[in-house]
């Protein structure tokens, strides 16, 4: 194996669809500053205090509908990414590690390290730059590195809402669902609208912008007239002010409106999970059909298709040049 390793980063998963395993990594993933950015001590207390104690009865039934023979469906989807990203590389060790939950990310650093890799890509599995997913992976890896005492050149994967790489697959994954009568509803992953003020005020990338850059970029690639398609938000969480509008208060509009067919597509999952597969393949697809609608399909995530994979390749071969730049 060469000396460049990748390590794949995605949001993660608990370990099993149960209440004690849900509970753990929830605990894991809502304590993080970077997720609930709010005072330490009301953070604790809304997590420990009231979120840990129902959540994870609510929660673990729904990760069990979905729960795969091998394993978690995000998990296991993530790995296959990594296989069949290593597999088009050559002399590149790839491996995953997830922000919260199995395998860890100082894991996956410790199986870089330990196959001999000297330069480190940290490639967060995100489209679209946000202090909760790229931020705090990023963040979270640089902090185990130093943990493990492990020095490697490092790069970072850039986020990628509109590059051809990204948006031609997503685009053509799409298009075999789509019909003159069909609408199509962007359903991305929500965010606190503090999170979106820092950002502004900081001057970093922008996940609202990001987002509307990957529609209009889709949108345009398949040419799909404006009332066609629409945008939204889901997985909220609190009673924080979040993005909107919701992307169940959209489909109720757009059942009530007459539009009878919807797609959904969600791309700010590189990989299906709970949020594809049981949040919007199942309430959301209920709460559609309860308020009038006829058909609601959700397209399945890139996972790891052959023509992510050929995309993901190309992203990855141009954030690896920085290595050669400083050879």
């Known amino acids: 194996m060469g000396e460049i390793g990748i390590l794949l980063m995605n949001v993660g998963t608990p370990d099993q669809p149960t209440i004690s395993s849900v509970r753990d990594y929830l605990r894991e993933f809502l304590l993080d500053p970077d997720v609930i950015d709010i005072p330490a001590p009301l953070r604790h207390l809304l997590v420990r ?16 509908s979905i729960w795969m023979e091998e394993g978690s469906p995000l998990r296991v989807y993530t790995s296959k990414i990594a296989q069949a990203l290593e597999s088009k590389l050559e002399n590149v060790a790839c491996e995953v590690g997830m922000r919260y939950g199995n395998p860890s990310i100082k894991s996956g650093l410790e199986r870089l390290r330990d196959r001999g890799v000297k330069k480190v890509l940290l490639a967060p599995l995100y489209p679209h730059y946000a202090q909760a997913t790229t931020e705090s992976s990023l963040k979270h890896a640089n902090k185990k590195l130093k943990e493990i005492g492990w020095s490697p050149q490092i790069a970072n994967l850039p986020h990628f809402p509109d590059d ?4 031609q697959p997503l685009a053509e994954s799409l298009r075999p669902l789509l019909t003159e009568e069909t609408h199509l509803l962007f359903s991305y992953h929500g965010l606190p609208m503090s999170h979106i003020k820092r950002a502004k005020k900081l001057g970093i990338p922008n996940y609202f912008e990001h987002c509307k850059d990957t529609t209009s970029s889709v949108v345009d690639y398949l040419q799909i007239d404006n009332s066609k398609w629409s945008l939204s938000f889901q997985s909220r969480l609190g009673p924080v002010k979040w993005l909107e509008p919701s992307t169940l208060k959209e489909v109720e509009k757009l059942a009530k409106n007459g539009s009878k067919k919807v797609v959904i597509a969600s791309p700010s999952f590189i990989a299906d999970g709970l949020e594809t597969l049981e949040e919007l393949n199942i309430e959301v697809k209920e709460h559609f059909m309860k308020h ?3 058909e609601l399909v959700v397209a399945k995530c890139l996972n790891d298709s052959p023509e992510w994979i050929e995309g993901l390749t190309v992203l ?11 050879n």
Request: glycine fraction near 8%.
């Open 49 to 64: 205090g009231i979120i840990l104690r129902f959540r994870p009865r609510e929660i673990a039934p729904r990760y069990a």
């Open 164 to 167: 051809p790489a990204f948006i």
């Open 292 to 294: 009038g609608g006829e």
């Open 316 to 326: 990855v071969n141009n954030s690896l040049k920085v290595f050669h730049q400083i």
